[in-house]
């Protein structure tokens, strides 16, 4: 049987020159490494108690929606401006590679809920934090972030998301 990691694609100078790009895509072209992921995660979360599953597009929402798919919750989308078609909410954050802004609707998440957030990879964590901050700016509570691959040399863990409970299933030392 395979490891998760040996479905990661690595992929030299991409996006630019000096970065080892870790690519899900390879997880995603293996019904193998899809199921194993998935199943992997929910393991992740067989003791957390969760109303709702938020992913940001767009290989997030492949993980999300499968997830809330297996655990029969709702699933929220965050998107890029001008996705979403009702009221919305937005944050602003900082990439490694920039700067970008996440929407969701102001009634995706009620007072109370506690929601579960998923991504494809962890770098600076700053996705996962604004998605984190919409959800409480709405009363929800996030209950865990979940993530198939993690790069730890960003330090999002000990750093931006130190106050979150974070789980990964594939860690990568560097950058």
């Known amino acids: 049987m395979k490891h998760l990691e040996n479905y990661v694609k690595a992929i030299p100078d ?21 199921q194993l992921a998935l199943d992997s995660t929910v ?8 109303d709702l599953v938020a ?7 492949i993980f999300g929606a499968a997830l809330a798919d297996r655990f029969r919750t709702a699933f929220v989308p965050i998107r890029k401006p001008g996705k979403l078609p009702r009221e919305t909410i937005s944050e602003t954050y900082e990439l490694e590679y920039g700067r970008a802004t996440l929407h969701m609707h102001t009634d995706a998440v009620k ?15 700053g996705t996962a934090m604004a998605a984190a901050k919409m959800v ?30 974070v789980a990964s299933l594939v860690k990568y030392p560097g950058k």
Do not use: N, W
């Not at 007072?111 to 964590?125: F, H, K, M, N, W």
């Open 14 to 34: 991409f996006p630019k020159e000096g970065v080892l790009f870790r690519d899900v895509t390879g997880i995603l072209e293996s019904p193998e490494g899809f």
């Open 43 to 50: 393991g992740l979360l067989a003791d957390v108690e969760f």
């Open 55 to 61: 992913a940001p597009e767009s290989r997030g929402f």
């Open 111 to 125: 007072p109370g809920q506690r929601v579960v957030i998923v991504d494809d990879l962890l770098a600076t964590g």
């Open 136 to 165: 409480e700016r709405l009363g929800g509570e996030v209950a865990k972030m979940v993530f198939p691959i993690e790069l730890e040399g960003f330090g999002a863990r000990a750093g931006l998301l130190k106050d979150y409970d």
